[in-house]
Structure formats: structure tokens, C-alpha cells
């Protein structure tokens, strides 16, 4: 009993000091020589003071020391150690974290960064641009110079699939700021919104105006966020962030690091599919939905975002593939991406409003799935792809590819009949009617 009143008064008097490692007696001899010398960069060893591994003992040299034989190998102080703490480091103590992460897209996502996208990157824009762009969210390829240190055009970096000198894949640091690691803050939805938002994939500003954005933001300090447990429905109700329905605990759900865990559809392609094993993983979310929800409103939810998908896909999607597939089979236009007027508004159609459309729907931002989303497909297919196509099969002679286009696109599917045949007389006479009354003035 005495024993146990004397070590908490230490523990107590320990925790008061501002840099209170020395004296705690729970740090390894090689963290507290680092320690001697790091008081100097007082911003990570306070920012390090106040976390869970300073709690649990887990020091300087616990996260950053390293084998003889590793490529990123560094003699520092009589010490060999790494700059990088990889997902590998880390997963000696959080396996499960690790393992999951690394099966997830997240971990993918420094590999595909050799697609069309990486062309527009590299070639359109300049290898600049994609370090401090494209590598800053996806990851960069990390080099390491002679003596171990990293090659300075490859890092400072904290992409989501960063390739590591270890051969793993990934940062922790991502979502877990150096050096306080800390659950609460990758709660948040800032932490998604560094690499989730801009013109191609606003999951963030979507958020924010959704119902639960302005939820979140009303009540952040209801969400008990700081809580080692989090699981939506007990420990808080008001509001899931992106983490409550991606990775966060809730209904019979644990916590995942496999971001795609939940998700049914791939918004994000030019035509979007079903996952493999979708029911699953859409019976998933909607566990956590079910924390807050009840059944027939979360089922009504997915009927509207399914049939808004198959409206993107149907209508526009799977037409404007056709269309430039056909148009390179003819020879009107050449094979290969951004080399023509018509490749550019194609791209913008699926890749900017048309993911835009669907992340909006599938998030509850109305303004995106419409006004921002599909309104802007709608326009550009209309007056630019379709328009594109004509000069272009008159400039190259072909004028019958787009008679083609015309028949096999358009006049077959009636909800395209507007666009040919001009609107309904009788709907319009209804409409300038209803404005008449409603305005008590008449429009022209
Ligand atoms: C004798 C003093 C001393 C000791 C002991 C020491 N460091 Fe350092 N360390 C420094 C200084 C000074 C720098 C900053 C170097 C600079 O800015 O060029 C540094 C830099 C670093 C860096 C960043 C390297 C880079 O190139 O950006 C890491 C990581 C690091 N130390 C970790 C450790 C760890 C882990 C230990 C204990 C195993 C440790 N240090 C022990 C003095 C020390
Ligand atoms: C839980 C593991 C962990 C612990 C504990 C830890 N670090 Fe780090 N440290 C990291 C990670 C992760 C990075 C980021 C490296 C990267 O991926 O770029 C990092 C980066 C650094 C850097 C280079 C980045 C910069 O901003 O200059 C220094 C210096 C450093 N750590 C020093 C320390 C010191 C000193 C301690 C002890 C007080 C410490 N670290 C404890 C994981 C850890
Ligand atoms: C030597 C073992 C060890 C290493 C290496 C290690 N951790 Fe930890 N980590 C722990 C322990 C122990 C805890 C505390 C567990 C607890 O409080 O239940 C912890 C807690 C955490 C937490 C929870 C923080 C919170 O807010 O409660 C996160 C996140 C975390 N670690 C991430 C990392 C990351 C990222 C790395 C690599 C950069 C890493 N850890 C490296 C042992 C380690
Ligand atoms: C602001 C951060 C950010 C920047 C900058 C960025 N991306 Fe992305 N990228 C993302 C996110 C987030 C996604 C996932 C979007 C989604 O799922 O809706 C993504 C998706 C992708 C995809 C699709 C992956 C798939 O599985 O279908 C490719 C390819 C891609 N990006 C390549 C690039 C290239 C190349 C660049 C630079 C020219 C770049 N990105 C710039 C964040 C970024
Ligand atoms: C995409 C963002 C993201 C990345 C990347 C990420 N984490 Fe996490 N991590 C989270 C979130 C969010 C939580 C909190 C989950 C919850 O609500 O309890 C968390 C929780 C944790 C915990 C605490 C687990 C528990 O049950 O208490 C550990 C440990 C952890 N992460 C380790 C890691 C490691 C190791 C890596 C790298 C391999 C990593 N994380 C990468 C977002 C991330
Ligand atoms: C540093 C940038 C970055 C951060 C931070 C980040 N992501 Fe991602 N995320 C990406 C990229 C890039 C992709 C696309 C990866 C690919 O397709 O290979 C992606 C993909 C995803 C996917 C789709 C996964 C799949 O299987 O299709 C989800 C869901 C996701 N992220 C959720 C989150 C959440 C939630 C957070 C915050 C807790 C977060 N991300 C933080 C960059 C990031
Ligand atoms: C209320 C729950 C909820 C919240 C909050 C939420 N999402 Fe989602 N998210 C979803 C659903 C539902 C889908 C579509 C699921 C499916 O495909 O079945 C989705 C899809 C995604 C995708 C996949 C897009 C693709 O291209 O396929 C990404 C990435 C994503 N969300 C990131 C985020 C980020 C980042 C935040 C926060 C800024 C966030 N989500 C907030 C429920 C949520
Ligand atoms: C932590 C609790 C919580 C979780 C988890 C949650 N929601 Fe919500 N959601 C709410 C609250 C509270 C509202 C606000 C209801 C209102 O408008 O009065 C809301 C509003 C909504 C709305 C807007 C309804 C309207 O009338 O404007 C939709 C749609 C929605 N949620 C769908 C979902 C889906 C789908 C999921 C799972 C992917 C989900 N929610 C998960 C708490 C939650």
C-alpha cells in the first residue's frame, strides 16, 4: 500500500514537470540520452511529453532506432538509427493497425500514380509540380543518400501510400501528426480534408454541408472525442465524422485502418461499379448508420444513392466513353489522352463534376450532387463533348461519325429526346402559367 502511494506520488510530480522524461525511470538508457541532447528541439520532445507512448514508456529510440543493414541507415551520435518511422516500425506494436492499413487503397496510393493522371502531372505540369502536388497526398518513392539521409527531392513527405525505404507502404503520419500520435485528432474531419477536398474529390466541403457538418460543428464539444472508446451511439450521438462511418467504431462495427472496408460502389472511376462482395461491405456502413438512424431511413438513403448513380452512369457516364472510343476507332481523333480539345472536356466530364456529382449524393451535399455536380456534366456534355464531336468528324471529313453518334447515343435513349426535339410545348405553357400566377407577372 505505501508502495503504491509512494510511486504515485512520483508519477505525479513527473507529470508536472514540462519536460518531465528524465526522472519518470520508465525510459530506456539510449531514449534518455536523446533526450539530453533533443531538449534543444523542446517542439517534439513536449509535443512527445504529452502523448499515449510517453505514457506507456515508448521513447525517442523505441520508434527511431534501426538495424546496421537498413537502407535508410543512419550513425547519428553513436547511435544507428532512421529519420523515417515506417507503418513496419510502428506495426511491431500495432500489428492489427498495420496489417490493415497496408490491405487498404490508402497503401496503394504512391503506385498509382502512373496513370493518366500521372501523365497530366508529369508531362502537362512539370516533376516540380508533382512533389510538391501529387506526391504530398498519394506519397513519393523515398530515396536515401550514401550516409542514410533522405534525398531532399523525395522527402520532407507524408503521403498516404508513401513508398518506404523498408519497402513498406504508407505513413502513420498522415492521420497521426508527429509526435503526439493521437486518436482525438485523427478523429477529425481536418485531417481527411488535407488530401479530400478541391475540384476532383470534395468529400470535405461536402461534409460541410451536409447535415452532419453543420452538426459537427455545432456540438464538436459534445462528441467526446478525446475518449480512449469512441463508438457511435454510446459515446456520442449528435454527429458521425469521417472517421465515425470509415473507420471509427459504431453499431456491431470495430475500428478498421481499411478505409474501403464499408463502401459498395467505386465513385471515383469513369463509369462506377460494384466492389466485389458490395453487400457486404454496404451492409457494414450501414451498421454505423443504424447507431443513429433507424432501418427504413438508412434504406431509403441507399435507393437514392444507387438509382442517382445509375442516372450518372446511364445517361452520361457510359455514353461519353462510347462516344470517344468510337471517335478514336474512326480516326477522328488520335489515340491517347490530352492531346485534344475533346480528351480535356471528357476528362473534366467524369473526373471533376461527374465524381463531384456522386460524392455529393453519396454524402449528403445536395449543392454538389447537383449545382456543382451533375448540372455541370449535364452542360458540358450537351454543349461542349457533343459539339467537340461534330467539328471534329467535319474537320476530318467524317461527317457520318457523328450522324452515328447521334443515332446510336442519343435518339435511343428518351431522355436525351430534349436535346434534338427541343422541350415539350405543353410542359413550357404549363411552367410561364405557374410563374404568371405565382409572380402575378408576365414572362417573356
Ligand atoms: C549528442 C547530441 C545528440 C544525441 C545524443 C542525439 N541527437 Fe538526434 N540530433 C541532434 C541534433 C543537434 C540534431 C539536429 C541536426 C541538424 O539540425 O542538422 C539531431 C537530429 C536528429 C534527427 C533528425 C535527423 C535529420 O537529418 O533530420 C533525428 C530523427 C534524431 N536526431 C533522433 C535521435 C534519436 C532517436 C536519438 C537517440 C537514440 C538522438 N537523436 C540522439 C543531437 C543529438
Ligand atoms: C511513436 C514513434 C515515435 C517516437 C516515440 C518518436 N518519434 Fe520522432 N518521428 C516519428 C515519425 C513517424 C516521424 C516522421 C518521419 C517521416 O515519416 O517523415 C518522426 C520524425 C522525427 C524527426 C524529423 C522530423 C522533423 O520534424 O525534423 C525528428 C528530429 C524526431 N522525429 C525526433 C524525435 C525525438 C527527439 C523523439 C523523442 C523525444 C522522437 N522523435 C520520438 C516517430 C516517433
Ligand atoms: C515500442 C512499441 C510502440 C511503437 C514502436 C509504437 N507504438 Fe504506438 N503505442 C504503443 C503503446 C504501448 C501505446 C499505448 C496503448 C494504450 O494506451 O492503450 C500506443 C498508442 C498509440 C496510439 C493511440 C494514441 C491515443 O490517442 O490514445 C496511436 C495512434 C499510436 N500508438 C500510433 C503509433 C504510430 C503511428 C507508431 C509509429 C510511428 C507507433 N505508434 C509506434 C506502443 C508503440
Ligand atoms: C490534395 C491531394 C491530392 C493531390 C494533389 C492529388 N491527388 Fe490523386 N487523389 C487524391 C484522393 C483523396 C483520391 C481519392 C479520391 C476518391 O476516392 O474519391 C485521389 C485519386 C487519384 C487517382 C485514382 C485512384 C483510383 O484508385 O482510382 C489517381 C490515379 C490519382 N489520384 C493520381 C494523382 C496524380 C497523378 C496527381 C498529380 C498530378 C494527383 N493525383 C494529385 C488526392 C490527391
Ligand atoms: C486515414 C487516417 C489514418 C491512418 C493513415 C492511420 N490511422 Fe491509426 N487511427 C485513425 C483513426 C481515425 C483512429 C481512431 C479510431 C477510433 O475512433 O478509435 C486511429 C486509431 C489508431 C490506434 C488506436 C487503436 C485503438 O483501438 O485504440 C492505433 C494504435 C493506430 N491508429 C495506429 C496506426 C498505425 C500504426 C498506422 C500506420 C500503419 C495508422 N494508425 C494509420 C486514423 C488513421
Ligand atoms: C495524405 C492524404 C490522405 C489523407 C490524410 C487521407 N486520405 Fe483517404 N485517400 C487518399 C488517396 C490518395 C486515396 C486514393 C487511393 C487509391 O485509390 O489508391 C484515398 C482513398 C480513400 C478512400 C477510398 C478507399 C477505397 O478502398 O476505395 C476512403 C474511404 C478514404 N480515403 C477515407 C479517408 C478518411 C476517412 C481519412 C481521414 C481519417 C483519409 N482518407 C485521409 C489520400 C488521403
Ligand atoms: C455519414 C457517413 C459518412 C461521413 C460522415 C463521410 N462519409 Fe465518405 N462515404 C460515405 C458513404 C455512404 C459512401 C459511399 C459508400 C458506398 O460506396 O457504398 C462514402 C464514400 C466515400 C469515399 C469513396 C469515394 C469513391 O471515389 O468511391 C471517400 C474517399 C470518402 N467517402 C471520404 C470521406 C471523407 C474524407 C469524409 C469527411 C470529410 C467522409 N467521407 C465523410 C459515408 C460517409
Ligand atoms: C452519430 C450519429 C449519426 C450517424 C452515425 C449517422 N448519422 Fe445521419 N444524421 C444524424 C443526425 C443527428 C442528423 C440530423 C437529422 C435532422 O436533420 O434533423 C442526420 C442527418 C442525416 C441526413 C439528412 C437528413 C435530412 O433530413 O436532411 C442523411 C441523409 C443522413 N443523416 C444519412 C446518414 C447515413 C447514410 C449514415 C451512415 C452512412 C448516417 N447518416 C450516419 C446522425 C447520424
Not at 34 to 51: F, N, R, Y
Not at 148 to 158: A, C, I, K, V
Not at 255 to 284: C, F, I, Y
Amino acid at each position: 500500500m505505501r508502495k503504491i502511494v509512494v510511486f504515485s506520488l512520483v508519477v505525479i510530480i513527473v507529470s508536472m514537470l514540462s519536460v518531465p522524461a528524465f526522472a519518470a525511470g520508465k525510459f530506456s538508457d539510449e531514449t534518455k540520452e536523446c533526450l539530453q541532447c533533443h531538449d534543444a528541439m523542446p517542439g517534439i520532445v513536449i509535443q512527445w511529453s504529452k502523448s499515449s507512448h510517453w505514457n506507456a514508456g515508448v521513447g525517442c529510440y523505441e520508434c527511431h532506432r534501426a538495424g546496421k543493414d537498413d537502407p535508410d541507415a543512419m550513425e547519428h551520435n553513436d547511435f544507428t538509427i532512421s529519420i523515417i518511422v515506417s507503418p513496419k516500425d510502428c506495426g511491431q506494436c500495432h500489428e492489427r493497425e498495420t496489417a490493415e492499413q497496408e490491405a487498404s487503397h490508402h497503401a496503394e496510393a504512391g503506385n498509382i500514380i502512373n496513370s493518366a493522371d500521372g501523365l497530366l502531372g508529369q508531362t502537362v505540369g512539370g516533376p516540380p509540380a508533382v512533389a510538391v502536388g501529387c506526391r504530398q497526398c498519394h506519397g513519393s518513392v523515398v530515396l536515401t543518400n550514401a550516409d542514410g539521409s533522405l534525398d531532399p527531392s523525395t522527402w520532407p513527405n507524408t503521403g498516404i501510400g508513401r513508398l518506404n525505404p523498408d519497402g513498406s507502404k504508407g505513413s502513420c503520419s498522415a492521420c497521426h501528426t508527429r509526435h503526439r500520435f493521437s486518436k482525438e485528432q485523427a478523429r477529425k474531419p481536418e485531417v481527411c480534408g488535407k488530401c479530400h477536398l478541391g475540384p476532383d474529390h470534395p468529400q470535405l466541403e461536402v461534409y460541410e454541408e451536409s447535415k452532419h457538418g453543420i452538426l459537427y460543428r455545432a456540438f464538436e464539444d459534445e462528441l467526446n472525442m478525446d475518449r480512449p472508446k469512441w463508438v457511435a451511439g454510446e459515446d456520442y450521438f449528435d454527429a458521425p465524422t469521417c472517421s465515425s462511418c470509415h473507420i471509427s467504431a459504431g453499431g456491431g462495427q470495430g475500428v478498421t485502418h481499411d478505409v474501403g472496408k464499408r463502401l459498395s460502389w467505386n465513385l471515383r472511376a469513369p463509369v462506377s461499379k460494384k466492389m466485389e462482395n458490395w453487400q457486404e461491405k454496404r451492409k457494414d456502413m450501414q451498421d454505423i448508420c443504424s447507431a443513429c438512424h433507424g432501418d427504413p431511413f438508412v434504406a431509403g438513403f441507399y435507393i437514392q444513392l444507387d438509382e442517382f448513380v445509375e442516372l450518372y452512369d446511364t445517361k452520361f457516364g457510359i455514353p461519353a466513353q462510347q462516344i470517344r472510343d468510337l471517335l478514336i476507332n474512326e480516326g477522328v481523333i488520335p489515340k491517347g489522352n490530352f492531346n485534344d480539345e475533346i480528351d480535356w472536356i471528357y476528362w473534366e466530364l467524369w473526373h471533376h463534376e461527374g465524381r463531384r456529382a456522386r460524392h455529393g449524393a453519396a454524402m449528403s451535399g445536395p449543392d454538389y450532387a447537383w449545382w456543382h455536380g451533375l448540372y455541370e456534366v449535364a452542360k458540358h456534355f450537351y454543349t461542349e463533348y457533343l459539339p467537340a464531336a461534330e467539328r471534329l468528324s467535319r474537320e476530318a471529313g467524317k461527317p457520318e461519325v457523328y450522324d452515328r453518334i447521334i443515332s446510336e447515343f442519343i435518339d435511343s435513349d428518351e431522355r436525351h429526346e430534349w436535346f434534338t426535339k427541343g422541350f415539350d410545348q405543353k410542359k413550357l405553357e404549363k411552367i410561364q402559367k405557374y410563374y404568371q400566377e405565382r409572380y402575378q407577372q408576365k414572362v417573356d
